[in-house]
């Protein structure tokens, strides 16, 4: 019965130690490709030729640093590519304070008051849009206005790639 | 027998309990490496982690919320001296532009939003958490859609490379200045909300009246050349620009009174084209696409 249970430990702690050490090749990479495309050119050059053609998301394996260009390995190639393309992890999705949290500061504040009325004005929170600024005129509902205008990252880069001819 | 019997069993039991002992050695053995090699890889990693917040720290989400909010607070000033330019056409081709280029800049976490101000002032902001402007003014200046690109991706690359964040040291964490950002947004009290004011106010006051770094300003210059050559425009086409705009003095006086002067720049430029040996490349223009787009802008001229 003894037997059985070290027997089931035993394998249990070979497992993990397994799935660690697996993890950790997993997350050999240095870099990813932040942007849309990266390419991996011969020399730390703009105009250099170009070796190969990373995708947004791509690890890359850094080799050296120079300026403002990494070596790096990728795939069968070796070549350089800039550190404006690329970041240490993975690239995030869009970060959006507008539908995540309704966390608005000067207009959140404004919002809270109308729940509030009394106890808002008391703590200073019944501001108009217009006045949260002494120096500046604040306008947020042009920012509003601003935001919904709705163009896709797929769109955009088929129309930029359009005018350009690729 | 009973006795011989009674030891050879004796002499079992001692053997199962050695057995039994050396396994359960082996098993806590393993435990001990395994638990030393995870702590290992946790420390390292927590490390890593650690190491890289210097330059990379905005990348966490409550940073980028912070920086999202400050930029929405920086827009609504800039929106509150200038009016949009009433051109839908303009409004929507200014936005697929400069939603493609920015995707060629390192901040994939950012929702870049692009808008025309009713000004001739020559000039273009940019607030963080992708909030970009082009005037009316510097539109009319240009001669084809590379121009503009040039123009978005510098501002872009204020963005991109964090220049107000960094000089102002907006995070969302405890650490900033503006301490508990993230849960000021929650619903701070009166005294922390002032401070936020004050600090846009004062990222404002950058871009209205002082300038950025001049180096800020220099880099803006060397990414946005990275981008849009990188996206397939003619690299040169940020000098092009300065050079025309250097020779309205006049009406470019907001824009030299905030960035470092043309022949400062257009020497910069010149030497990043150099160092990549994109001098003499030649790349798309793109000219008739922004006439067509821009017609209504020039119409009213």
Redesign the interface.
């Known amino acids: 019965m003894?037997?059985k249970i070290?027997v089931l430990?035993?394998a249990i702690?070979?497992l993990?130690?397994a799935l660690?050490a697996f993890s950790?090749v997993a997350d050999a990479a240095d870099l990813y490709v932040?942007?849309?495309k990266a390419?991996i050119l011969s020399a730390p050059?703009?105009?250099?030729p170009k070796l190969a053609e990373a995708k947004?998301g791509e690890p890359l394996k850094e080799m050296e640093k120079q300026g403002n260009w990494h070596k790096v390995s990728y795939k069968d190639k070796t070549g350089w590519v800039?550190r404006?393309?690329?970041?240490?992890?993975p690239?995030?999705?869009?970060?959006?304070?507008l539908e995540s949290?309704g966390?608005?500061?000067?207009t959140?504040?404004r919002k809270?008051a109308s729940a509030f009325t009394t106890a808002a004005a008391a703590?200073?929170?019944a501001e108009e849009r217009?006045r949260?600024?002494?120096?500046?005129?604040?306008?947020?509902a042009?920012?509003e206005?601003?935001?919904a205008?709705k163009?896709s990252?797929e769109?955009?880069?088929a129309?930029?790639?359009e005018?350009?001819?690729? | 027998m009973k006795k011989n019997r009674g030891q050879g069993s004796g002499v079992r039991g001692q053997k199962d309990r050695l057995t039994s002992h050396v396994l359960r050695l082996t098993v806590f053995m393993l435990f001990s490496i395994y638990c030393s090699l995870f702590t290992a890889f946790a420390a390292s990693d927590d490390f890593r982690q650690r190491a890289s917040q210097g330059d990379e720290s905005f990348s966490e989400e409550d940073d980028v919320k912070a920086e999202v909010i400050f930029g929405r607070g920086l827009a609504a000033r800039i929106l509150g001296k200038h009016s949009f330019y009433e051109d839908e056409k303009l409004n929507k081709y200014v936005n697929k532009l400069g939603k493609g280029l920015a995707q060629f800049a390192n901040r994939p976490e950012i929702e870049f939003r692009f808008a025309v101000l009713d000004t001739d002032i020559v000039n273009a902001y940019a607030a963080p958490g992708g909030y970009i402007f082009v005037t009316k003014g510097a539109l009319r200046n240009m001669e084809d859609e590379a121009e503009l690109a040039a123009v978005l991706a510098h501002e872009i690359a204020h963005v991109s490379e964090r220049h107000i964040v960094k000089e102002l040291n907006i995070k969302g964490t405890e650490v900033s200045p503006v301490s508990g950002f993230a849960r000021v947004l929650g619903g701070g009290t009166g005294a922390v909300k002032a401070v936020f004011t004050q600090m846009v106010d004062k990222a404002a006051e950058i871009l209205f009246e002082k300038g950025l770094k001049k180096q800020d300003e220099f880099d803006s210059d060397r990414v946005a050349t990275m981008i849009i050559s990188t996206a397939g425009y003619d690299p040169s086409a940020l000098k092009r620009y300065l050079k025309k705009i250097s020779s309205a003095a006049k009406e470019t006086k907001t824009l030299t009174d905030t960035h470092p002067s043309f022949d400062e720049r257009i020497k910069n430029v010149d030497s990043i084209l150099a160092d990549n040996q994109l001098t003499e490349k030649k790349q798309a223009r793109v000219k008739e696409r922004f006439e067509e787009r821009s017609r209504g802008l020039r119409g009213k001229e």
Do not use: I
């Open positions: 003894n037997k070290f430990q035993f702690c070979t993990h130690f660690f950790g932040q942007s849309v390419p050059s703009l105009g250099s947004k800039s404006l393309l690329v970041g240490q992890r690239p995030a999705a869009k970060v959006s304070v949290s966390e608005k500061l000067e959140g504040a809270r703590r200073g929170f217009s949260v600024s002494d120096k500046y005129k604040v306008d947020f042009k920012v206005h601003m935001e205008v163009v990252d769109e955009a880069l129309f930029l790639q005018g350009v001819g690729k």
